[in-house]
């Protein structure tokens, strides 16, 4: 989002028009627009790689932009800059940004039944599989969990190396927020596991209140354990939830 843009007071089609532009200067490709029925002043430009969602504040000559990538997570910084700098902003001035990862990206098909049936089949070298069996059905629950695991190892490396943030002169940090203690944490294992995470990022693990018994003295103890990070390494580079929340 971005103040003072001097392209905030000219017609929508404007608007739009130059950021269309903008996006083909990038080269992304724009497949189609749309705008919302309940307010004139929002758009959205529908992409091969994402959608841009764009609101324009005219009297307050403020804009403010949602990008949603698929994939190329590296692409955000320059993508903001330009969006911001084609409407008359400036990057350097009263701007705001954060960054949300959401899983189910990058092409990567979700992980289904018949997917987990197949590895199965394929790892029993042609035994029959016969689904309502305990055998069966703890085999496919550990197959289930091992494709899992290994969607979450994919997907983690490419956030963690290729969007999040990293200082030059020192590791980055991030902060994984688990479920409760003791239960797995797919996320957290994966990136204390790899060893391309493990050369660039500090990993620390942040689990939830496991009851509702005693909130308060589970909110102080997951506020110090954050204070304590922050302490060590002087700042916090990502905060990433785990599927397990």
Same mark, same amino acid.
């Given at each position: 989002e971005t103040e003072n843009a001097t392209l905030a007071s000219e017609p929508i089609a404007n608007i739009q028009s130059k950021i269309s532009e903008t996006i083909l200067q990038l080269g992304l490709s724009e497949l189609s627009s749309a705008s919302a029925e309940t307010n004139a002043n929002t758009f959205v430009l529908i992409l091969e790689e994402g959608y841009v969602s764009t609101r324009v504040f005219s009297e307050q000559m403020y804009i403010a932009f949602d990008v949603m990538l698929w994939d190329h997570f590296n692409r955000l910084e320059i993508i903001k800059d330009n969006l911001i700098a084609s409407v008359g902003?400036? +990057?350097?001035? /009263?701007? *705001?940004?954060?960054?949300?990862? %959401?899983?189910?990206?990058?092409?990567?098909?979700?992980?289904?039944?018949?997917?987990?049936?197949?590895?199965? *089949?394929?790892? /029993?070298?042609?035994?029959?599989?016969?689904?309502?069996?305990?055998? *069966?059905?703890? +085999?496919?629950?550990? %197959?289930? /969990?091992?494709q899992i695991m290994r969607e979450v190892a994919i997907v983690i490396e490419d956030i963690m190396l290729s969007m999040l943030p990293r200082p030059k002169n020192s590791p980055s940090v991030a902060t994984i927020i688990c479920g409760t203690k003791g239960n797995p944490c797919p996320t957290f294992d994966s990136a204390h596991e790899s060893s391309l995470i493990a050369d660039q990022w500090e990993v620390h693990p942040i689990y939830s209140c496991s009851s509702f018994d005693d909130m308060p003295s589970c909110e102080k103890s997951i506020l110090d354990d954050l204070k304590g990070i922050v302490a060590d390494h002087k700042r916090i580079d990502g905060l990433i939830l785990d599927i397990s929340m």
């Open positions: 902003g400036n +990057s350097r001035g /009263k701007t *705001a940004s954060f960054n949300i990862v %959401a899983g189910g990206i990058s092409g990567r098909q979700p992980v289904s039944q018949a997917n987990v049936l197949a590895h199965l *089949a394929s790892e /029993k070298n042609g035994e029959s599989v016969c689904l309502g069996s305990t055998s *069966a059905e703890n +085999s496919l629950q550990e %197959a289930s /969990k091992s």
